[in-house]
């Protein structure tokens, strides 16, 4: 009972010191699930869970034969009518103007062939949108994915930059301010850590009665949970 009654008091002084209780999570400041938006064979799985990336680095690729072989036709075919656009741009004032027209247009549509052909074989490629870590994996060489119907199959998180949501009464929402100093604990950890106030959710959820804020952090495990005060000139 003494052990409660101090705690109130301490809650207390801390309140009138300015000082506002709020508690947390740490998550990772960049997440995405991952997922092919093509159809077909999964060839090769590059990663796997802890595996460090780089932004762009491939992660997975599916089957694609076919669309290198399409792309390689497109891009011949690409060479041929630049060669033959060029040949007559050289003599257009000899040309008939709508003979002309239609050098430029197989130029142009082979261009945009190799565009499209690179687009399709591009979404055979899973890249790394983000430098991160791999944290989960469901796929495997062999497995059969479909674009219609999307199936996260990695998830990647930022390797070591975190963000820690913060929870406060709803009351004290004149009092938190962006800049204010976050001093806090987290769960199995004895050390006490200190950050500032970064982003102030513009929204009190209305089944808890709290209000959202962010601190930047670093390195925590994502998913653990913590406790801490935020530093205000009054929180009365």
């Known amino acids: 009972m003494r052990k409660i009654i ?9 309140i009138q010191a300015g000082e506002i209780y709020a508690t947390f999570n740490v998550e990772a400041d960049k997440s995405a699930n991952l997922a092919f938006t093509s159809s077909g064979i999964v060839q090769d799985v590059l990663v796997d869970v802890s ?12 089957q694609n034969a076919d669309l290198k072989a399409a792309l390689d036709i497109a891009t011949t075919s690409l060479t041929y009518a630049k060669k033959e656009y060029e040949r007559q741009e ?3 004032h000899l040309v008939d103007a709508s003979k002309f027209d239609s050098y430029v247009f197989n130029y142009e549509n082979a261009k945009a062939q190799v565009a499209y052909q690179q687009a399709l074989l591009d979404k055979t490629i899973l890249k790394a949108p983000f430098d991160g870590v791999i944290y989960e994996k469901s796929v495997e060489s062999g497995d059969a994915v479909s674009g219609s119907l999307l199936r996260t199959i990695l998830k990647i998180q930022s390797l070591n930059k975190r963000k820690l949501i913060l929870e406060f009464d709803q009351k004290y929402w004149k009092s938190v301010k962006i800049g204010q100093v976050f001093n806090y604990s ?4 004895e050390n006490h850590y200190k950050g500032t106030i970064s982003k102030i959710y513009p929204f009190a959820n209305s089944l808890n009665r709290k209000i959202k804020a962010e601190v930047e952090a670093e390195d925590f495990v994502v998913g653990l949970f913590g406790e801490g005060y935020i530093n205000t000139p009054d929180s009365k």
């Open 6 to 14: 101090l705690g109130l008091m301490l809650l207390v002084l801390n």
């Open 51 to 62: 595996s460090t990336v780089k932004k762009d680095a491939d992660l997975a690729v599916l």
């Open 90 to 92: 050289k003599v257009k």
């Open 186 to 189: 987290i769960e199995g950890d």
